[in-house]
């Protein structure tokens, strides 16, 4: 059964200091796995799509890496209006439906 | 930058009341979906679309129906609202012909059911 889990559920930290968010996922065939970003109250945001194991992608101060069995996203030197809650999904050969991750809240004290 | 329209953002009514959730796109996307989002928990697919006079129900149960005779319109009908249906609805929608499912999402719909 496709699963993704997303650790951990919620991470705080101070303005500048450099943290990794993962997601671990179970799928027969990954055709993809997503990164977005959700602020309160709106829609999920595209940041990236990754393919392949060994691939990394960057955007900013975030930078996501994928694995056969987990993804990271690394955000360095993080500022608060970094905070949002960073949801994953994973898409198999077998199932074109996304998997979601429940998310993880990231908050980013000044 | 993805175009695509919710409303209303907020609702709320009463038990046994129909309502329809409206979405739009336009950027000539193909495939449209709804979601269903409770605080802290995943994304649910209820329903989604490959195109005009297509439409599919998604993983999670619901008791909504959906409808879709142009391309960039996408509504979600719930014939009698429950406290149950209290969510945020989503409205996703991504481009044909590509390998993987790059969806772009609107603002959501905050629905409370009294």
């Known amino acids: 059964e496709d699963q993704v889990t997303q650790s951990p559920e919620a991470l705080r930290l101070q303005e500048g200091e450099s943290s990794s968010l993962n997601c671990s996922y179970t799928v027969s065939g990954l055709r993809g796995l997503f990164w977005y970003r959700q602020d309160p109250g709106k829609g999920p945001e595209f940041l990236f799509t990754l393919y392949s194991a060994g691939e990394e992608k960057e955007k900013e101060r975030l930078k996501a890496t994928l694995t056969k069995k987990e993804s990271f996203l690394h955000i360095t030197a993080p500022k608060p209006e970094d905070s949002a809650t960073y949801l994953c999904a994973v898409q198999g050969s077998s199932n074109y439906q996304l998997i979601w991750g429940a998310g993880t809240k990231l908050i980013i004290k000044p | 930058e993805a175009d695509i329209y919710q409303t209303p953002r907020y609702l709320v009514i009463g038990t046994g009341k129909k309502i329809t959730l409206e979405c739009s796109q336009t950027?000539?996307?193909?495939?449209m979906y709804w979601y269903q989002q409770d605080p802290g928990m995943e994304l649910h697919l209820i329903h989604y679309?490959?195109?005009?006079?297509?439409?599919e129900k998604g993983d999670l149960s619901s008791e909504s129906t959906v409808s879709r005779i142009r391309t960039e319109h996408f509504p979600l009908t719930l014939e009698s609202a429950r406290p149950s249906h209290t969510s945020q609805y989503l409205c996703?929608?991504?481009?044909?012909?590509?390998?993987?499912?790059?969806?772009?999402f609107g603002p959501g719909t905050r629905l409370t059911v009294l």
């Open positions: 996703a929608s991504s481009p044909r012909g590509s390998s993987t499912d790059t969806q772009y």
């Open positions: 679309s490959y195109g005009v006079n297509s439409t």
């Open positions: 950027m000539g996307h193909d495939k």
